[in-house]
């Protein structure tokens, strides 16, 4: 059962333009979001994370949104650089729950030069 | 200077075997993960240890067995390898355990089980 869900495996976005991932959750008691990006052969690193009372949080280029009711957050990254190509995976959690990290499959991003 | 590492990154290995993955953190972090990617990408989580102590244990196989020595490290026991184990495993450290701090993660071992 997928309660995270990063439903495009892929997206590619030519230099300078915007990416937006995307990513669903089922949980409603989800409270906390995170983004984490994964190079090949190495581990996931924290991107940038939002807890559930704030609709955007932004850092540098990189802007998380929320919106609860629809239960989806969008990665916006902008301008896009081809060193931000790699997969990034969606991250939830509920504070009280089940006291762990529930990932997506990620969504591998090519940003062409 | 590497915050998680792993040993091995490579591990091919035949069905039946028993093998060990090593893992080490330099962080000072109190609390130590054990993750699982398999073929469909999925990355979850295995186990959790807080200064030595099993926090989660997940519906994993017994023949999967974590033992922490100590709190910088937290190492997976295998036995018995069956195909289906073959994944990339990766471990992960935070500061205290808490939900909204930063996982850090260990490069991965890629297992492939024959």
């Known amino acids: 059962d997928q309660q995270v869900k990063q439903n495009s495996p892929s997206l590619s976005v030519q230099e300078g333009r915007i990416s937006i991932l995307n990513c669903d959750y089922t949980?409603?008691?989800?409270?906390?979001f995170l983004w984490y990006k994964k190079y090949p052969a190495e581990g996931p690193t924290f991107l940038i994370s939002i807890s559930s009372i704030k609709d955007k949080n932004e850092d540098g280029r990189f802007t998380v949104f929320l919106n609860k009711s629809a239960k989806h957050l969008s990665l916006h990254i902008v301008p896009s650089q081809p060193g931000d190509s790699a997969v990034y995976f969606c991250a939830a959690s509920a504070q009280g729950g089940s006291e762990k990290l529930v990932f997506g499959k990620g969504t591998k991003l090519t940003v062409n030069p | 200077d590497t915050a998680v590492s792993q040993t091995p990154k490579y591990l091919v290995t035949q069905m039946g075997n028993d093998k060990s993955i090593k893992c080490e953190q330099n962080?000072?972090?109190?609390?130590m993960y054990w993750y699982k990617q398999d073929s469909k990408k999925f990355l979850k989580i295995m186990f959790s240890?807080?200064?030595?102590?099993?926090?989660i244990n997940e519906t994993v196989p017994n023949r999967f067995s974590p033992k922490s020595p100590d709190k910088a490290h937290l190492n997976l026991h295998i036995n018995s390898l069956e195909l289906g184990d073959s994944a990339v495993y990766f471990c992960a450290s935070s500061l205290s355990g808490g939900l909204r701090e930063t996982q850090y993660f260990g490069p991965g071992t890629r297992l492939l089980v024959l």
């Open positions: 949980n409603s008691m989800f409270d906390y």
């Open positions: 962080l000072g972090h109190d609390t």
């Open positions: 240890y807080n200064n030595k102590e099993l926090i």
